[in-house]
């Protein structure tokens, strides 16, 4: 073996470990969801952008490549509107828009908006996916969640969530903008709400 050949084999990075291997499941609990956003909103200089930022993912099941682009024509605060422009060939959708993200929205809200994208960096540039990844990242272990959270663990929050509540697989699938959908049954299939009544003591 040849210097060369030894220093490439050793220097190279070690292997991304596989999602099983990190954490023993894919989405967030409510409960874990609210440790998330109390925690991003007492982090850093801008707690009230990043808490709002995880509430909106989690109750609209945002990408983080959708949160990053979202613009405030998209939001219409007078009539509690949100217009869900999918990305990945989903379909679009209109959700509305309740009390804790329209307050949160409203405080957020510049007067008069100056810049058209909701979550702006320092320099007033849309957030990157980079910098979004890195925010829930450190909101995770600010709150001391036993596991490495990333932002599409709060889609998955978002599916399981409507799932427990009886929600019908065909609203699911229409809210989060599957185009097909066998992305929306693991949802209902794994709701643990359908076992609920199985035992009677």
Known sequence: MTHRTFSAKFLSPPPKPKNPDRRTREYLTPAEVTQLIQAARHVGRHGHRDATLILLM?????????????RWDAIDLHTALLHVRRLK?????????????????RKLHPT????????????????????IHHIILRAGLDAQLPFPVHPHMLRHACGFYLANQGIDTRAIQQYLGHRSIQHTVRYTELAPQRFRDFWND
């Open 58 to 70: 989690y109750r609209h099941g945002l990408r983080v490549s959708e949160v990053s682009t979202l």
């Open 89 to 105: 060939r989903g379909v679009a959708t209109t959700h509305p828009l309740y009390g804790p993200e329209l307050r949160a929205l």
């Open 112 to 131: 008069p908006p100056e810049l058209p994208y909701v979550f702006l960096s320092e320099r007033g540039s849309p957030l990157s996916t980079r910098t």
